[in-house]
């Protein structure tokens, strides 16, 4: 009776410590599967997302190429043929890279030395013009909407640098000294104001240091090319279809 009972008490303990692994077993497999279920749905969410997005921005590149080419059949129409349309275009970019010869209204600038004002003992400094004025002077003409921009027949383009090179300035790896002569195509009154209104660095040149800043404004202002042929060791175009 005994031994009976013993054996019952075994058999109950075996139970319940196979029941146990088991029930621990079943857990960790419903969370392995939670998780992994889990990921599965957010990869999904986010692999949807991307494929709309690329959709998307397939659309637009449809959509702007059906508007360039029917800006082409417009221009056609207009103007006779395809070649006609794509030599303007091609006079456009040429103006916007300085690569061609342009005239237009607009002012030119001489820029000088205060020879006059300067005493001995004093900063001479303060009476030359620096190439920092320079840069100041073009930036206030692009900002006032200033189409091209020419300092002593040197034409300014993306290319273009202003530096100091001892008692001149260096333009496009050129040296020239003052006078400047700076030529800007844009709206005369707008351009003149940029340098000669109150409170605009130009203005200050002329108030507090005596520099030498005359404009005169032209219905026909005549600016070089830009002879250079750009060379471009970095930048490359990027291609929008992707391939």
Same mark, same amino acid.
């Given at each position: 009776?005994?031994?009976?009972?013993?054996?019952?008490?075994?058999?109950?303990?075996?139970?319940?410590?196979?029941?146990?692994?088991?029930?621990?077993?079943?857990?960790?497999?419903?969370?392995?599967?939670?998780?992994?279920?889990?990921?599965?749905?957010?990869?999904?969410?986010?692999?949807?997302?991307?494929?709309?997005?690329?959709?998307?921005?397939?659309?637009?590149?449809?959509?702007?190429?059906?508007?360039?080419?029917?800006?082409?059949?417009?221009?056609?129409?207009?103007?006779?043929?395809?070649?006609?349309?794509?030599?303007?275009? #091609?006079?456009? #970019?040429?103006?916007?890279?300085?690569?061609?010869?342009?005239?237009?209204?607009?002012?030119?600038?001489?820029?000088?030395?205060?020879?006059?004002?300067?005493?001995?003992?004093?900063?001479?400094?303060?009476?030359?013009?620096?190439?920092?004025?320079?840069?100041?002077?073009?930036?206030?003409?692009?900002?006032?909407?200033?189409?091209?921009?020419?300092?002593?027949?040197?034409?300014?383009?993306?290319?273009?640098?202003?530096?100091?090179?001892?008692?001149?300035?260096?333009?496009?790896?050129?040296?020239?000294?003052? *006078?400047?002569?700076?030529?800007?195509?844009?709206? *005369?009154?707008?351009?003149?104001?940029?340098?000669?209104? *109150?409170?605009?660095?130009?203005?200050?040149?002329?108030?507090?240091?005596?520099?030498?800043?005359?404009?005169?404004?032209?219905?026909?202002?005549?600016?070089?090319?830009?002879?250079?042929?750009?060379?471009?060791?970095?930048?490359?175009?990027?291609?929008?279809?992707?391939?």
């Amino acid at each position: 009776m005994q031994k009976k009972i013993m054996n019952q008490m075994i058999i109950f303990f075996l139970s319940g410590i196979l029941g146990y692994f088991l029930i621990t077993n079943m857990l960790h497999n419903t969370q392995q599967y939670s998780l992994v279920s889990i990921n599965s749905i957010q990869m999904m969410k986010n692999s949807i997302q991307n494929n709309r997005q690329e959709i998307q921005d397939l659309r637009e590149m449809i959509e702007q190429k059906k508007k360039e080419l029917d800006n082409y059949k417009n221009a056609v129409k207009e103007k006779g043929s395809i070649s006609t349309v794509l030599e303007q275009e #091609l006079e456009q #970019l040429k103006m916007l890279s300085g690569t061609t010869d342009v005239h237009g209204p607009g002012i030119m600038i001489r820029l000088d030395d205060n020879h006059d004002g300067y005493k001995e003992g004093e900063d001479l400094n303060l009476y030359i013009v620096h190439d920092l004025d320079v840069v100041l002077i073009v930036n206030d003409l692009i900002a006032a909407g200033a189409e091209a921009i020419s300092i002593n027949g040197k034409r300014l383009t993306a290319d273009s640098g202003i530096i100091c090179g001892g008692n001149v300035i260096k333009i496009n790896d050129e040296e020239i000294g003052a *006078p400047f002569i700076i030529k800007a195509i844009g709206d *005369p009154k707008l351009l003149s104001a940029a340098v000669n209104a *109150p409170n605009t660095y130009g203005w200050e040149l002329k108030e507090f240091f005596g520099i030498k800043l005359e404009t005169i404004q032209s219905d026909d202002i005549p600016i070089p090319r830009y002879f250079k042929k750009p060379e471009f060791e970095y930048v490359k175009p990027i291609n929008k279809e992707g391939e």
